[in-house]
T-cell receptor, first 117, second 113 residues
Framework: DTEVTQTPKHLVMGMTNKKSLKCEQH?????MYWYKQKAKKPPELMFV???????INESVPSRFSPECPNSSLLNLHLHALQPEDSALYLC????????????????FGSGTQLSVL | AQSVSQHNHHVILSEAASLELGCNYS??????LFWYVQYPGQHLQLLLK??????LVKGIKGFEAEFIKSKFSFNLRKPSVQWSDTAEYFC???????????FGAGTRLFVKA
């Protein structure tokens, strides 16, 4: 199984709603990532978890709250979002980098297309 | 801060034409370099990767890329494109072997049958 599964595929929410995005992988990867991709732009890193601990937060606003409950799951909790947060949210996973192999390739999910009204 | 530049945002080719997509990065230390591809309606997937060793890297579907350290470049090539190569191509750089991979703006390739 080389898939990263994201749910839901589409989400529409109001600015006062609370919602969560989910991501799951069963490849034994211990690094998991959230990226944000606006239309016609490259993916931008938001968060990285390594061994279920938050390793990188790219100065993301607190209305985005990540969670890694176990080695297979990654969540992104959303609260009080703004219309400019509308984007494709991508989850990815990889092996943890080593000095021998460097950074391993990222396996991406298909993303959640989020619209904030 | 590291950055990645892709020179062409849109490329249109006829089948059997040769392809070269430019990618330059800014980072002075050890880098891992990647090309990812996103076919219409599909998720991002790896085409090829450079970590160390032979600077000419071969990937899937006949693609290759050459790492030229002195030029901070990692250009993607394919001798003869097919209609099925229509996709968006992203160059990506990971500096120092950590978790942070930075993507270029992407190049949309359209191959005319």
């Amino acid at each position: 199984d080389t898939e990263v599964t994201q749910t839901p595929k589409h989400l529409v929410m109001g600015m006062t709603n609370k919602k969560s995005l989910k991501c799951e992988q069963h490849m034994g990867h211990r690094a998991m990532y959230w990226y944000k991709q606006k239309a016609k732009k490259p993916p931008e890193l938001m968060f990285v978890y390594s061994y279920e601990k938050l390793s990188i937060n790219e100065s993301v606003p607190s209305r985005f709250s990540p969670e890694c409950p176990n080695s297979s799951l990654l969540n992104l909790h959303l609260h009080a979002l703004q219309p400019e947060d509308s984007a494709l949210y991508l989850c990815a996973s990889s092996q943890v980098p080593t000095t021998q192999s460097g950074h391993e390739k990222l396996f991406f999910g298909s993303g959640t297309q989020l619209s904030v009204l | 801060a590291q950055s990645v530049s892709q020179h062409n945002h849109h490329v249109i080719l006829s089948e059997a034409a040769s392809l070269e997509l430019g990618c330059n990065y800014s980072y002075g230390g050890t880098v891992n370099l990647f090309w990812y591809v996103q076919y219409p309606g599909q998720h991002l997937q790896l085409l090829l990767k450079y970590f160390s060793g032979d600077p000419l890297v071969k990937g899937i579907k006949g693609f290759e890329a050459e790492f030229i350290k002195s030029k901070f470049s990692f250009n993607l090539r394919k001798p003869s494109v097919q209609w099925s190569d229509t996709a968006e191509y992203f160059c990506a750089v990971n500096a120092g072997g950590g978790f942070k991979t930075i993507f270029g703006a992407g190049t949309r390739l359209f191959v005319k049958a």
